[in-house]
């Protein structure tokens, strides 16, 4: 089988698609990575073929930046079209809000897998939260942003009956676990949870030893701190510092996504930008993240609590689910607040007991090598369009 993996070339999206990949070439299969030019060496060290998908396209077609995905949705329906032809794709392999990507494996009629994040964002076929409001609204705004690229590709309107249908490809991969959904609730048939999917660059140990000499030289428990894009929201950094001044810890901040750091010249915070988190996550006690799906889930992998500061996207969705698990304590919008609900969640043992319990499950789930399995199991029994 020849398969193309197109996910978003964002580190969230691209590492656990990765993994996949690298299962699926230990299968025997031919795997290509069409990315931007950024992540080609991380392709690259991952072990499989990288695609610049500039050579089909601008490269901001696999960007998840400032609404990157609706903007060139049309440019990256053409780029994936024409790199699976030049495969000879058998499958694509894609991330949730490549809408492009959808439209050119209906265009090929091979099948589209869709990896998601660590929480199911639309509504639930029955039950759900008491959001079932902001869900629909969200799902009809992203339906909307769909059907305005199929007509700009000259594709039919279809008509679902559900309407996230469109958006779930072939087969939806959810990378959390049921314990993050409502209890009652009714998932599509489509969605499959496979678990975190965890992979990531190897550390750079010279890095790490000196992370690891600072936080035993501070000799206060580590919060590992990881920042989202903001949204508009507030930024976390007055609360940062006021949690990490002459307070009882101390914290490493990675960056991630978030903009310039503003760290107090008194604060026991030490600031990153790594293209890993592992060994930065297993220094820590706890947790504490905007709740985008790539810390949640690794904190989560190593039985940590987590205290959730929200601000767009899929953040609230996931903050709300690790709350509602018992996993997670909320960040107080006022910074005089910050050190103790840090503190009381360090040392609340439900908090740790839960994590412990949520962590074991994740740890065991199929992964890569079932979310693999799936992959290829479309490749020769997809599933009829009528059927979805």
Known sequence: MRVLLCPLSNPGYLYSTLAIGRELRARGH???????PAAMATVTLAGLLALNVEEYGPAEVLS?????????GAAQHT???????????????????????LLAAERLDIPAVVLGLGAWLWPYRGGGPGDGAEREWRVREVRGFYDEIRSGAGMAPRRDRHPEQPLLGSVFLLRGDPALEPPGAELPGEVVHVGPCPWEPPPDPGTVARIEQRTRRVGKPV??????????????????NAAFTRGPLQAVVEL?????????????????REPWMDP????????LTN??????LGALRHG????????GSEQPVLAAACRRAGVAAEFPSRPGRAAEVLTAALADPGLARRAGRLGARLRASPGAPEAARIVLAQCSSPVPADQR
């Open 280 to 287: 930065l996550v297993a220094l820590a006690s706890l947790v």
């Open 304 to 311: 940590l609590p987590l205290v959730v500061a929200p601000n």
């Open 64 to 72: 998840v930046g400032t609404w990157h995905w609706i903007a060139e």
């Open 256 to 272: 991630g996504r978030s903009g310039r750091p503003d760290p107090a010249p008194a604060a026991d915070l030490l600031v990153v």
């Open 79 to 101: 780029a994936v079209l024409e790199a699976a032809r030049d495969l000879g794709a058998d499958a694509l392999l894609t991330s949730i809000l490549c809408h492009g990507a």
């Open 30 to 36: 031919l795997v290509a990575v069409l990315c931007g």
């Open 291 to 296: 709740a985008t799906s790539a810390p949640v």
């Open 223 to 240: 919060v590992y701190v990881h920042l989202g894009r903001v949204f508009g929201g507030d930024s976390l950094w007055p609360r940062l």
